[in-house]
């Protein structure tokens, strides 16, 4: 059984479209965040929810909207998108801020 | 903003030696984790440390928790093949109301040669 799955696993569009990613975890975890990594495979943190709640949100430009319906999904919708878009996502997972993070396969996002 | 620096970014070994990765920082963590990334994949905690000064093993790995908790070390005894990947070490910043962040080091690509 997959623990964190994202759809889609590849998305190639054009700069100025609108996409979305979705992230579902099956562990019954509280907290699930999402991280951009660069072509330099550095990551770094976008965004976390609680319990539907937002908790981080670090300096990501307003076209990024994450979405959490229930505590088992979190979605990220990008508008407008940008060449400098271009990164792999990941969603991660976790009981709580301070325990293990489980991490999805990723989506690579190519903006041309 | 904390950052965190591996060195080195880039360790090509052959099989059956050892290597050590670091991870430093000017600021101080309330824990350090260590992932290991395939391509394709996502992350995949290795290990978290969380006294100053603490050493855990996981098999041929060694990690240590610098004694301000400010860096750590990881060690591979006779590295294998299946050590290939990109380590990534996380230190743990405390937020608001018990949340914590993880900052996530610039990472080493290890290739292991058979």
């Known amino acids: 059984d997959t623990a964190v799955s994202q759809t889609p696993k590849y998305l190639v569009t054009q700069m100025g479209n609108d996409k979305s990613i979705k992230c579902e975890q099956n562990?019954?975890?509280?907290?699930m965040y999402w991280y951009k990594q660069d072509s330099k495979k550095f990551l770094k943190i976008m965004f976390s929810?609680?319990?539907?709640?937002?908790?981080i949100n670090e300096t990501v430009p307003n076209r990024f909207s994450p979405k959490s319906p229930d505590k088992a999904h979190l979605n990220l919708h990008i508008n407008s998108l940008e060449l400098g878009d271009s990164a792999v996502y990941f969603c991660a997972s976790s009981q709580d801020h301070q325990y293990e993070q489980y991490f999805g396969p990723g989506t690579r996002l190519t903006v041309t | 903003t904390q950052l965190l620096e591996q060195s080195p970014q880039f360790l090509s070994i052959q099989e059956g030696e050892n290597l050590t990765v670091y991870c430093n920082s000017s600021s101080v963590f309330s824990s350090l984790q260590w992932y290991r990334q395939e391509p394709g994949e996502g992350p995949v905690l290795l290990v978290t440390?969380?006294?100053?000064?603490e050493v855990k093993k996981l098999k041929r790995l060694t990690f240590q928790f610098g004694d301000a908790r400010k860096d750590s070390s990881l060690h591979i005894t006779a590295a294998q093949p299946g050590d290939t990947g990109l380590y990534l070490c996380?230190?743990?910043?405390?937020?608001?109301?018990?949340?914590?962040?993880?900052?996530f080091g610039t990472g080493t690509r290890l290739t292991i040669i058979p």
């Open positions: 440390v969380v006294t100053g000064g």
């Open positions: 562990l019954g975890h509280d907290t």
């Open positions: 929810y609680n319990n539907k709640e937002l908790i």
């Open positions: 996380a230190g743990a910043v405390s937020l608001n109301f018990g949340n914590e962040k993880l900052t």
